[in-house]
């Protein structure tokens, strides 16, 4: 049981740049989310996905796009990169009981520069 | 509107006093509260959390917090901090009401130091 697992751990991209970040977990989770980490600023919520097929925004989505066609994968898309991006990326997931979260588990992290 | 505050930026103590990071919290209906710690260039471990019954929640590590529902507050404690205990410790509460799923919402953090 790997838990949630996420690819790379560190990239660098040129400002206008995209890429993907990969998030899978092997839990069987219905609920999956995207963090950014900032020095003082603790976690906020990018955009999140109650099922296959089922996603909504969070906190600060924009220049991010996801998608969720298994429960397994929510792979993050940065559609053109800004130095702005420049973050710590977390992915996390859990189940949910009667439609609502409980305890999230993390991946352990992108660290993503953008220049 | 949900929210979380850890007051303090850093705490620090000596190896085997006591600790206690605070937390308060502003929520619609009843909280659910988290505590999470992270190491160094990690992702985010869970503690412990509190949903309902008995005030003292026990987690891992021999961490133990406080809900008080009157003083909104969440503190997480030990009786005697090791100096492996070091990390940046978050607090989290996700609502119990009627809103979006029960989302998570964060503090910005307390580094949590002891010192031999």
């Known amino acids: 049981n790997a838990g949630v697992t996420q690819t790379p751990k560190f990239q660098v991209l040129k400002t206008g740049q995209s890429m993907t970040l990969q998030c899978a977990q092997d839990m069987n989770h219905e609920y999956m989310s995207w963090y950014r980490q900032d020095p003082g600023m603790g976690l906020r919520l990018i955009h999140y996905?109650?099922?296959?097929?089922?996603?909504d925004q969070g906190e600060v989505p924009n220049g991010y796009n996801v998608s969720r066609s298994t429960t397994e994968d929510f792979p993050l898309r940065l559609l053109s990169a800004a130095p702005s991006q420049t973050s710590v990326y977390f992915c996390?997931?859990?189940?949910?009981?009667?439609?609502?979260?409980?305890?999230?588990?993390f991946g352990p992290g992108t660290r993503l520069t953008v220049l | 509107a949900q929210s979380v505050a850890q007051p303090e930026d850093q705490v620090n103590v000596a190896e085997g006093n006591p600790l206690t990071v605070k937390c308060t919290y502003s929520v619609s209906g009843n909280p659910y509260l988290f505590w999470y710690v992270q190491y160094p260039n990690r992702g985010l471990q869970f503690l412990l959390k509190?949903?309902?019954?008995?005030?003292l929640v026990k987690g891992s590590y021999g961490f133990e917090a406080e809900f008080n529902k009157s003083q909104t507050s969440f503190h997480l404690k030990k009786p005697s901090a090791l100096v492996s205990d070091s990390a940046l410790y978050f607090c989290?509460?996700?609502?119990?009401?009627?809103?979006?799923?029960?989302?998570?919402?964060f503090g910005r953090g307390t580094q949590l130091t002891v010192w031999p």
């Open positions: 989290a509460v996700r609502d119990g009401g009627g809103s979006t799923l029960g989302r998570l919402y």
């Open positions: 509190y949903i309902t019954g008995d005030n």
């Open positions: 996390a997931s859990s189940y949910t009981t009667g439609g609502r979260t409980d305890t999230q588990y």
């Open positions: 996905s109650v099922g296959a097929g089922i996603t």
